[in-house]
């Protein structure tokens, strides 16, 4: 009895001790229409100062809205309504004027898609620098670059110096997303709005992005609104959280509370539908499951208990590489000599067999993307052979290459970039049917609905699409011919949970169904799992270790893949 007394005594103190955290953010049913169509509802929730508020949910749901928002950065035929505000000033009437002179001091965003919120046509450590400037600093040049640089090295990027002066092409998705990240950070505001600000990572540098947003809270007393798919992300950062579905807030609470105790089916879905760790199961719960009540967290259906099947013997290569290296000139002479060298591929050999998933893990830069695209000819090697069905590649002539490529297919990381805004999706995912005289409507409408789109969307365009949605369109058009190679560059990544579950399934399915072989590339090591019949590692350009994944996961040969592996976000 005092045991109980002494514990409800410690949890309403901690309660007085929440409560009396300065409020920075106070939203009170916010609603947001685009043109009459509501898109999100009566959304409430406090933010104090310090505090870290994850906002999970399906792509689409409204998470990302309504935090644009608060930002003013919704377009024209947006109508909000509701009550917003920072520090008791009321954000949603401000002028654009006003809000440019608090974005990026008081409140600042990291936003999903690195690729088209860089300027391309600007140096990195630049673009950075304008931060600053706008934040009325009176520091000199060198003064602002030298925080940059910096900056750049506290979020991990490789040669900050270099890449200070590098354009957004030269450099990694990954890094990428690193440069927006330290823009939004460079001025250290009040609130961060974090959206899906580790997508484009891998698990180690995700790691270090979330013990540095971390140790700005600590610092400053910043508070964060963190967006993502990801609840093992969400698990290691957030004191609170907010479950949204269509438009609305379906549960919140404490981080802990909801994330093992969730009471509505939908949040229970979220949860159950990540890959796990533990087992191989042959295919992922999902969210409509779970919504329908075929599923349960109670049931224990959550895994299940079946693994994957081993993979059949394999018969003779489908690609075979041998000493491929893929050698990248950073500097050249008056004259065209190269003078400064970099190998994004050295020296790598290992086949393909008909049928498998090879799974291809890395950080960021280690030449994951530079490998699938060499194999399919899309960049030159320097040296090495690649091998199709005994045939060299490295021998075709360029209309034997364009014949032979509906049967080797990739699947870009960027979706948006991918994708000409200026027709529709439809159009999009049957053009490599009309180049090769292979289709029709029918098959396009097919497999739209197979990867989780609407048929009726067919002529909609990808800017009215949720980023989720714009890859999903990107993995219906790599399939559309039934490839015999797919080459999937972390064609997952910037897909909600729920719908990673439904496109990881498609894949099996669509391996099964059609012999396809994938070349897998992801950071998630827990995805790559679950997928891949074999795995291999690779750092700094080599193949530091491959092997099966049960093998990989429980006994990893070196130090580096061990660190991989400690550094996969898990819930606890």
């Not at 719960?285 to 049931?299: A, F, H, I, K, Q």
């Not at 994004?344 to 290992?350: M, N, R, T």
């Not at 960049?379 to 290459?401: A, K, N, P």
């Amino acid at each position: 009895m005092e045991r109980d007394t002494l514990f409800g005594d410690i949890m309403r103190y901690s309660t007085c001790m929440t409560d009396e955290k300065e409020i920075l953010l106070q939203v009170n049913n916010l609603c947001v229409d685009f043109d009459g169509r509501r898109v999100v509802e009566g959304v409430d929730y406090t933010l104090r100062r310090g505090e870290t508020l994850g906002i999970v949910g399906e792509s689409g749901s409204g998470k990302s809205v309504s935090t644009l928002a608060l930002m003013g950065l919704l377009p024209k035929n947006a109508t909000v309504s509701g009550s917003a505000q920072i520090n008791g000033s009321e954000l949603l009437t401000l002028g654009e004027k006003d809000f440019r002179a608090i974005r990026g001091r008081r409140i600042s965003m990291i936003f999903q898609e690195p690729m088209t919120s860089l300027n391309p046509v600007q140096k990195c450590g630049e673009q950075v620098m304008e931060m600053i400037e706008q934040g009325n600093e009176k520091e000199t040049y060198n003064e602002m670059k030298e925080r940059v640089i910096a900056l750049f090295r506290e979020v991990l990027l490789p040669r900050p110096e270099k890449i200070f002066d590098s354009y957004p092409h030269e450099i990694s998705g990954g890094q990428k997303q690193r440069v927006m990240i330290a823009m939004a950070l460079i001025n250290e505001p009040d609130i961060i709005i974090a959206d899906e600000p580790t997508t484009a990572l891998d698990v180690t540098v995700q790691k270090t992005i979330l013990e540095l947003l971390k140790q700005l809270q600590d610092r400053r007393g910043t508070s964060i609104i963190f967006i993502t798919h990801d609840l093992g992300v969400i698990a290691q950062i957030a004191d609170n959280i907010m479950v949204m579905y269509r438009g609305k807030v379906v549960e919140q609470g404490p981080a802990r509370q909801i994330l093992h105790h969730p009471v509505e089916p939908y949040t229970r879905g979220l949860l159950a539908c990540r890959p796990p760790l533990d087992s191989r199961p042959e295919r992922l719960p999902t969210v409509e499951e779970y919504l329908s009540g075929e599923r349960s967290m109670e049931n224990g259906e959550q895994h299940g208990a079946a693994t994957c099947p081993p993979p059949s013997a394999p018969q003779s290569p489908l690609i075979s590489v041998r000493d491929l290296s893929v050698t990248y000139t950073l500097k050249k002479s008056l004259f065209g000599k190269p003078l400064q060298t970099l190998k994004g591929v050295d020296g790598i050999s290992f086949d393909i067999f008909e049928g498998e998933t090879l799974g291809l893990v890395g950080e960021s830069g280690c030449g994951k993307s530079t490998l699938g695209r060499s194999l399919l000819h899309l960049i030159d090697h320097s040296s090495g052979t690649i091998t199709y069905r005994g045939r060299s590649l490295d021998t075709l002539s360029r209309s034997e290459l364009r014949a032979l490529r509906p049967k080797l297919q990739i699947i870009f990381q960027d979706p948006y970039s991918s994708l000409n805004p200026r027709i529709t999706v439809g159009e999009a995912i049957g053009e490599p049917l009309r180049v090769h005289g292979k289709g029709s409507k029918e098959r396009v409408l097919e497999l739209m609905e197979q990867v989780g789109l609407q048929p009726e969307w067919y002529n909609r365009y990808p800017h009215e699409f949720s980023g989720g949605q714009r890859q999903r369109v990107c993995i219906a058009r790599a399939l559309i011919l039934e490839p015999e190679l797919v080459v999937c560059d972390e064609s997952v990544s910037a897909l909600d949970v729920s719908v990673q579950a439904q496109v990881l399934n498609l894949l099996n399915d669509l391996k099964r169904r059609h012999h396809y072989t994938y070349l897998f590339i992801t950071h998630d090591l827990s995805v790559v799992k679950f997928l891949s019949d074999r795995i291999m590692v690779m750092q700094k350009g080599k193949v530091v270790e491959s092997g099966t994944p049960d093998d990989l996961f429980r006994n990893p040969k070196t130090e580096y893949t061990r660190t991989l592996i400690d550094a996969i976000p898990r819930i606890i």
